[in-house]
């Protein structure tokens, strides 16, 4: 074999082995582009169904707290319509006891006042012996009331009671403009088996047993029938 | 040609043969961390627009939010002046009803 022949011989195996490595290096080439492109797609789409479930969940939250707010100010508007209505039914309450201070103003009307609540508590203790409570600046009245509610009861009732009254003790005196004690626009607190057993009828116990069971009738006539009501038992 | 001169030749091949592969390994490294590196960068794109459109959805649906408790507050004022106006008219009625029940004596 001379040297042309050796040389075209390498040559083939060279070309062979180089041929050989660009084959190796283009199957290498073409399988890292398909890599690229799947490995490039699958970190894209798992961190993508990441960020979507992350936002899902912060706008959930966001419309939670939207409901959250929402209620807060509902509840903050209707507290505050409330608590206009409580002040104005305050307010009823107070222009009454200015009302009822002057009661008392009307000896002759608040006389026959007087006999009638004392009468009242006579019937309700029910007792032998009773001891009545008025108002210093009541005491002429509460005698004479007195006097005529137990004949009164004897007259109804059939029985005779012994009844005195506090000589000692006095009811607060009414309300006045430069007084800021306590004070009691009338009536009286009558007592029995030496005070084991009261029965208070005085004005201002009467006016607030009088608003606390007329509420509803009260709400009513301020501000006509509920809309929302459903039941009238 | 001495044969010592041929085996280098082959020997050269060989050795090219070996770069041609090893560089298209190194490419292919390469390849992958620049798929990552890609990846990451479409991955910020993708977030920075959700963050956007979350933003405006915020934006909005509290918007909204506070517009509605504006319309509480109007609609809760309505009522009060309301309640105080219907107290006023109908006070001295409630007082007098009041004053009846607290003084008679039904006996």
């Known amino acids: 074999m001379d040297d042309t022949q050796v040389n075209a011989q390498l040559d083939q195996m060279k070309n062979f082995i180089l041929q050989e490595a660009q084959d190796k290096a283009n199957e290498i080439k073409t399988k890292a582009t398909q890599e690229f492109t799947s490995e490039k797609g699958r970190i ?31 509840n903050k508007s209707r507290l505050s319509v409330l608590k206009v209505r409580e002040e104005c039914l305050r307010d009823v309450i107070k222009e009454a006891q200015k009302k009822l201070a002057t009661i008392s103003d009307d000896k002759d009307k608040y006389q026959t006042i007087l ?47 012994d009844v005195s009254v506090d000589k000692e003790r006095f009811l607060p005196q009414g309300p006045k403009s430069d007084y800021n004690g306590p004070t009691c626009c009338g009536g009286v607190i009558l007592s029995a088996l030496e005070g084991r057993i009261i029965c208070k009828n005085t004005l201002d116990s009467r006016l607030e047993i009088c608003f606390d069971q007329l509420t509803p009738v009260i709400r009513t006539q301020l501000y006509g029938a509920s809309t929302s009501r459903k039941f009238f038992d | ?25 190194q490419d292919r490294v390469q390849k992958l961390k620049k798929a ?9 794109e993708f977030r920075e627009k959700k963050d956007k ?28 002046d309301t309640i105080r106006n219907e107290t006023a008219a109908n006070k001295q009625k409630v007082v007098d009803l009041l004053i009846k029940y607290a003084i008679t004596c039904d006996n």
Do not use: C, P, W
């Open chain 1, 44 to 74: 894209f789409q798992n961190e993508k169904i990441k960020i979507i479930k992350e936002y899902e969940k912060k706008q959930k939250l966001i419309e939670v707290q939207k409901k959250i707010n929402l209620s807060n100010e509902l």
């Open chain 1, 115 to 161: 006999k009638n609540l004392i009468y009242q508590g006579f019937v309700k203790l029910n007792e032998n012996k009773i001891q009545v409570v008025g108002r210093k600046e009541d005491a002429g009245l509460l005698e004479k009331a007195t006097t005529e509610a137990a004949a009164q009861y004897k007259k109804n009732v059939g029985k005779s009671i």
């Open chain 2, 1 to 25: 040609m001495s044969s010592e001169d041929g085996i280098k030749k082959l020997l050269d091949a060989e050795r090219t043969a070996q770069k041609i592969v090893a560089d298209a390994r």
């Open chain 2, 36 to 44: 990552v590196e890609e990846a990451e960068k479409e991955i910020k």
């Open chain 2, 53 to 80: 459109e979350y933003k405006e959805y915020e934006s909005k649906y509290l918007g909204a939010s506070s517009e509605t408790a504006s319309q509480l507050a109007t609609n809760a004022n309505k009522e009060i």
